[in-house]
DNA sequence: GTGGTCTAGACCACT
DNA sequence: GTGGTCTAGACCACC
C-alpha cells in the first residue's frame, strides 16, 4: 500500500483524503471492511493515534462506520465519498488558479504552462 | 496596497511571496526601500514580528538587504527574486498535478478540468 | 545544563554555537534526541521563543531536524557541525587578531601576550 | 584615512576606539586638532550624528576636548588614551579565550592554533 | 523614524 | 507532552 504521505502538512487530513477517493473509485467497496487502524499506522509509518483520528473523521462525514470489535466499514451510500473527493478537487483547482495569479500569471500564461505537462 | 492572506496558511511564506513577486516584475527596483517592517505590519494588518520574519528571509535568500535605522533595500540583483518565483511556480503546478492523480484523475480529465477555468 | 551565557550579545546565536559544539564533540549523538525547546528555555533561563529561532537555525544550516509533536533530532551526518565549529573558531580567531593590531599591537607584541595567558 | 569599520556591529564604539589608538601611539598629538565631524563622517561614509557622539563620548572620558567653532582636540594628557586601548586589549583578549574554551578547544590546543597565525 | 532582539503568552496540530 | 505560528509589547542601537 502507497500513502505517499507529505510530511510537511498534516498527516490526518491526507489519510482522509486518500482512504475517501480509495472509496470513491471503487478500491473499497460498500460493507467492506478497511485495513485496521494498526495496519495502516504500520505501512504508512504514521502514529495509530492519527489514523484513528482520521477514521473517525471520515465516519463524522458518513463515509465510513465502525462495527466494535471487528473493525471499520465502508459506508453502502458512497455519494458522500464522491461528494467530498469532488469538492476537494474544486478548492484545490481554485486554490492553484488564485496562487498562479498572485505569482503574476494572467490566465493566458497559465493555460500555456498548464498544457505543456 | 493589497496583501490578500489566507488566513489558513502560515502568513510568513505569504509575505515572501507576495515580496518576492513585487522585486520580480520590477514593482520594487534594485536598491530601492522597501516597505518598512511598521508599514507592511500595518498595511496587513498582522504582527511587526511576522513581517520581520519575511523580511530576515528573504534577506537569506538574497533578495533583500538591511541597513540599520535607515529601512529594507531590494538587492542590486534581481536574478534570485526571478528564480525563486520561478520555482514557486514549478513547485505549486508539481504539487497541484500531484494532488489531482492522488484525487482519482487522470491527465485527460485533468486538462479537460483546467480548461473549463 | 550550563549554558553560561553573555547578556551583551544576542542570545540565538549563542545558543546556537553551544549546541553546534555539543553535536561537534559528539555529546549528542546523531539521530539522538535534543533537550525540547521548553527545556533549553527553563534550564537557560530565556524565551522558548528565542530556543526556537535557534533551533530553526540550527535546522537551516543542517545540523538538526525537527519531527512534530515529538522534537528535535541531531542529523545523522555531523559534518555540518563539525564544519560550522570550526568555521566558527577561524572566524573568532581572525577577528581577534585583526582587532589587536587595529589597537595598535604588532604581531610580536600580540605572541608575547597570547603567551602570558 | 582608512577607517575598516565592520558594519555588523555598531559604529560609535568602533570610532571611538580608532580615535583612542591614534591618540595612544601618537598619530595625533596632544592639543592638536582632530579631523572635523563632517571629514570623518564623509571618509568613513557614516552619519555625521553618529561622528558626532562618539567625541562625545570620548570627551566624557577625558581623552579630548571640544573647543565652540574652531573643533576637537586631543587633551595635553594622554594617559586615559593609553589605559583606555590597554583595557579594551585585555577584556577582548578575555572574550577570545573564553570564546575558544566554550568552542571546545583546550589551553593546549589554542597556544598551538594562536602560534600558526 | 528605522531595524534587531527578546519576553510573555496564546492557540493549533500532531504524538 | 511536542513543535509551529502568531500577537502584543518592550527595549536597544542607529540614523
Known amino acids: 500500500m502507497e500513502w505517499t504521505l507529505d510530511k510537511n502538512r498534516p498527516i490526518s487530513p491526507q489519510l482522509c483524503e486518500k482512504l475517501a477517493v480509495m472509496i470513491s473509485v471503487g478500491e473499497c467497496k460498500p460493507n467492506e471492511r478497511l485495513m485496521s487502524v494498526r495496519e495502516v499506522a504500520l ?10 483520528k482520521s477514521y473517525e473523521e471520515l465516519e463524522r462525514k458518513g463515509l465510513i462506520y465502525s462495527v466494535r470489535g471487528s473493525g471499520w466499514f465502508v459506508n453502502s451510500d458512497i455519494t458522500v465519498a464522491n461528494d467530498l473527493v469532488n469538492d476537494l478537487i474544486k478548492e484545490k483547482t481554485k486554490v492553484f488558479f488564485e496562487d498562479m495569479v498572485k505569482l503574476g500569471l494572467d490566465p493566458g500564461k497559465i493555460k500555456k504552462y498548464v498544457e505543456e505537462w
Chains 1, 2, 3, 4 share one sequence.
Open 43 to 52: 505501512s504508512a509509518g504514521v502514529n495509530p493515534n492519527t489514523v484513528q
